[in-house]
């Protein structure tokens, strides 16, 4: 039986300074999506007689992968972030330069 993750919201520091318009609540939603995916495959796999996903794959790869659902999970959900367009590109997240765009705009009419 796969039991499903539960974000424990109290565990955030309410107190964070966060950048470029991030909220708590965009954490929370990332760690969710990946908790989700987490627990719809190994409820598959453990349904098919498989092992668990996570005990399948290799750390390297699953830090990779982690990594990756979070980072396409908050530039979802987040006000002014997007992916970095660039193959392996550093940072993971980018300011959106369109929404900027658009906020200066805005403030010059």
């Avoid at 995916?37 to 699953?62: C, E, S, W, Y």
């Avoid at 980072?71 to 550093?90: D, E, P």
Wanted: glycine share 4%; net charge positive.
């Amino acid at each position: 039986m796969v039991k499903k993750a539960e974000i424990v919201a109290e565990a955030f520091n309410k107190s964070a300074a966060l950048p470029y318009e991030l909220r708590l609540k965009d954490f929370e939603i990332a760690m969710q999506d990946v908790y989700d995916f987490f627990f719809d495959v190994n409820t598959l796999f453990m349904k098919k007689g498989l092992p668990r996903l996570d005990d399948t794959l290799r750390p390297a790869i699953m830090s990779g992968m982690i990594s990756d659902m979070l980072t396409t999970s908050l530039a979802k959900h987040s006000r002014s972030l997007v992916q970095n367009g660039h193959f392996n590109g550093h940072p993971d997240l980018v300011v959106n330069s369109t929404r900027i765009t658009l906020q200066r705009r805005a403030r010059k009419e």
